[in-house]
């Protein structure tokens, strides 16, 4: 593999990861029009909900079984196109089922992009030789923010959810498919780079980087439910705890989130060269206990300006933890890394799933106060397992000698 083809790679699995962010963002942010269009109960609506990550993960899990026979770049050249198609069939529809329909094909096809899309990303930060991961991730916030802002302008002009979709899925569908013509698989599923020689050797223990281990892998299958345990909290209690706890007015309770998408967004464009100079160890710990400062914040907070402070802090603490995360398995599992990437991104949706509800548990019965302080308790917890991150030191940081193509730009 070239040089050049490793940047062209880099550079369309980063727009596939921006597309993403605005797909994904422009759904979650409509799920009121959603609802209105559909007259969807609120009995009904954690259903639909819960249903889409649900999905995810078994997508997840099929993309695991069909990467042993199909290249992840000819997954992800499908599933985001069919991300796009069936976005745009739930702001098309009319019935009940319809929205069913197309909300199962998002979650189904959301699942194989994620992981798609991640296992892209491992291997070419292996050919790479040095971190490149989270600035993929940083791709995805900015897409975040882009997709957020669409919603906004849509709501603002009160545009059916199909106006608001249409234009955007117009430009981003050739976009997505033209840019997978230089999808490059920087290390194939075999561990071996594609002129045929050993991507992991050096790299671990041969045990570790033979068949996945799921009980080798469940620390970092720990770690990405807490991270996303935290991400939900922010997500969708950041504007109630503002406005119910902390007394801020109806318009500064919609400012956490936005604060929060920002510094996520700033925290990934400069956490690869953080890695690069302390290593993946030091810069997971420091985010944790940035994150973890965060919700300490936000629990004590005696107004609403002291607590966007905590919800800033949580968009520089978390940012980095995910995609670590995702580069850890594939250093741990060098000869199955596109597995062990599909086993853990199932975890992503496991997080999604429990934060939301149990912070909102946690505060009926007790206090929203007390309920921040149990994803700050589990953010914590990263520290125990950090070291799964360890070999990121070992191959980048410490001096031994980088593969080739380390200075690729």
């Excluded at 980063?14 to 962010?21: A, I, K, P, R």
């Excluded at 909300?103 to 096809?109: I, P």
């Excluded at 149990?374 to 070999?391: D, K, Q, S």
Aim: positive net charge.
């Amino acid at each position: 593999m070239t040089d050049a083809g490793l940047r062209h790679g880099r550079a369309s699995l980063g727009l596939s990861f921006g597309v993403q962010g605005v797909a994904f963002a422009l759904l979650v942010t409509r799920i009121p029009a959603i609802q209105d269009q559909y007259g969807i109960s609120d009995g009904l609506l954690p259903v639909f909900l819960a249903a889409v990550p649900i999905l995810a993960g078994a997508g997840s899990v099929a993309t695991e079984k069909v990467v042993a026979r199909v290249r992840p770049s000819v997954i992800l050249r499908w599933a985001q196109p069919l991300v796009l198609l069936a976005l745009l069939g739930v702001g098309a529809g009319r019935e009940m089922w319809h929205v069913a329909v197309a909300l199962g094909v998002f979650g189904l096809a959301v699942g194989a992009l994620d992981a798609s899309m991640n296992m892209l990303g491992v291997s070419l930060q292996r050919a790479y030789g040095r971190s490149i991961m989270t600035g993929f991730h940083a791709a995805y916030s900015l897409g975040g923010i882009a997709g957020a802002s669409l919603a906004w302008a849509g709501a603002r002009w009160e545009l059916s959810l199909l106006a608001s979709y249409l234009p955007v899925v117009a430009v981003l569908l050739p976009a997505a498919l033209i840019g997978s013509r230089w999808y490059t698989e920087g290390m194939g599923a075999e561990g071996k780079r594609p002129d045929g020689t050993e991507a992991g050797a050096g790299s671990g223990s041969e045990s570790a980087g033979g068949a996945l281990s799921f009980k080798l892998l469940l620390p970092l299958c720990l770690i990405m439910t807490f991270a996303y345990i935290g991400d939900s909290t922010v997500s969708n209690w950041s504007a109630k705890y503002l406005q119910d706890v902390l007394g801020s007015s109806e318009q500064l309770a919609t400012v956490p989130y936005n604060l929060y998408m920002v510094t996520t967004l700033l925290g990934r464009a400069v956490g690869d060269l953080g890695v690069r100079r302390f290593g993946a160890v030091a810069v997971v710990r420091g985010g944790s206990l940035l994150a973890a400062g965060g919700f300490a914040v936000v629990a004590v907070a005696p107004g609403a300006w002291v607590g966007m402070l905590g919800f800033t802090m949580l968009g520089f603490g978390l940012c980095v933890i995910v995609p670590q995360t995702f580069a850890a398995a594939g250093r741990m599992f060098p000869g199955n890394s596109d597995a062990a990437v599909a086993r853990l991104n199932i975890f992503n949706y496991v997080g999604f799933l429990v934060g939301s509800p149990l912070v909102g548990a946690l505060g009926d019965a007790w206090s929203y106060r007390g309920a921040m302080l149990v994803p700050m308790v589990l953010v914590l917890a990263t520290l125990v397992y950090a070291r799964a991150f360890g070999p990121e030191t070992a191959r980048y940081g410490g001096g031994h000698e980088r593969p080739r193509t380390a200075d690729v730009g």
